[in-house]
T-cell receptor
Framework: DQQVKQNSPSLSVQEGRISILNCDYT??????FLWYKKYPAEGPTFLIS?????DKNEDGRFTVFLNKSAKHLSLHIVPSQPGDSAVYFC????????????FGTGTRLKVLA | ETGVTQSPTHLIKTRGQQVTLRCSSQ?????VSWYQQALGQGPQFIFQ???????GRGNFPPRFSGLQFPNYSSELNVNALELDDSALYLC??????????????FGPGTRLLVL
């Protein structure tokens, strides 16, 4: 039962353009969402998060959008840089108070120079 | 401030054996979580320890067990290894109970292969 889904396993984008990574979830009890980035041979690193009471959060080149009615979130990277090439995971935390992160399967982003 | 470290980086075991994976959290981090990442999948939550007590568990059988020590180190033990246990095992630490206010910091993982 995949509660957090990233339906695009890979994405290629030209340097300087926008990268849009998508994530869908099925559990309406999720109320906090995070994006992690993972380089080969390294652990995932936190990128940006959003609470369900917001629909947008920005941090520099990274913006996360949340559409609760559609149970969909997206990560926008503008402008994309070659160093952004990595696997991106979205994760959700249920509102029940547990600290169990539920991750999607990841999207491999390749930014072409 | 040192990061999260894990040992060993790679490990090969045979079915039925037992394995212990180790994690050293960032200094001052009282919470450690362990995740299993199978090939092509996202990390799956195994369990979390807070101040040396288990504080939550995912859908993993009891043969997956853990320990957390006062010196910010922790262990993941897996008994009676099965082929499906082959995966990357990640530990993540945070200064409090990971959640809305506390970011988790991940180690690089231990890649376990069960033959």
């Amino acid at each position: 039962d995949q509660q957090v889904k990233q339906n695009s396993p890979s994405l290629s984008v030209q340097e300087g353009r926008i990268s849009i990574l998508n994530c869908d979830y099925t559990n309406s009890m999720f109320d906090y969402f995070l994006w992690y980035k993972k380089y080969p041979a390294e652990g995932p690193t936190f990128l940006i998060s959003i609470s369900s009471i917001k629909d947008k959060n920005e941090d520099g080149r990274f913006t996360v959008f949340l559409n609760k009615s559609a149970k969909h979130l997206s990560l926008h990277i503008v402008p994309s840089q070659p160093g952004d090439s990595a696997v991106y995971f979205c994760a959700a935390i249920p509102s029940s108070g547990t600290y169990k992160y539920i991750f999607g399967t990841g999207t491999r982003l390749k930014v072409l120079a | 401030e040192t990061g999260v470290t894990q040992s060993p980086t790679h490990l090969i075991k045979t079915r039925g054996q037992q394995v212990t994976l180790r994690c050293s959290s960032q200094s001052g981090h009282n919470t450690v979580s362990w995740y299993q990442q199978a090939l092509g999948q996202g990390p799956q939550f195994i369990f979390q320890y807070y101040r040396e007590e288990e504080n939550g568990r995912g859908n993993f059988p009891p043969r997956f067990s853990g320990l957390q020590f006062p010196n910010y180190s922790s262990e993941l033990n897996v008994n009676a290894l099965e082929l499906d246990d082959s995966a990357l095992y990640l530990c993540a630490s945070s200064s409090g109970l990971a959640g809305y206010q506390e970011t988790q910091y991940f180690g690089p993982g231990t890649r376990l292969l069960v033959l």
